[in-house]
């Protein structure tokens, strides 16, 4: 059934992006409950379960802090997501370099 609805998120879309995680990581050493670790996933798990294809590239930081972001696709469309991936790399993400090669 989750697989199902996922699916018919991509009736009118290649790929779905949204952020990797909903917050960026929290301090070493920092106490966390079981519920804050869980939230690191919640935006990856229901990819994962319903057997959807992700990657993830880097995007920029906060505050030195790397954010990464999600491209999802449908079941099969690994080469697709891999080439919208490649894509973002070579057009977003200089890794500090203003030159583009």
Known sequence: MMKRE????F??????VSPT??????NIGE???PMEMYAYDVLTVP???????AGVVGCGDINGIPV???IQGKPFDDE????MMICFEEN???NGNDDKN
Do not use: R, Y
């Not at 697709?80 to 080439?83: S, V």
């Open 6 to 9: 996922m699916l018919k998120l």
């Open 11 to 16: 009736k009118d879309v290649d790929a779905i």
């Open 21 to 26: 995680v909903p917050k960026i990581p929290h």
């Open 31 to 33: 106490e966390l409950t």
């Open 47 to 53: 990819t994962n379960i319903c057997g959807m294809c």
């Open 68 to 70: 990464g972001l999600q």
């Open 80 to 83: 697709k997501i891999l080439n």
């Open 92 to 94: 977003f993400n200089n």
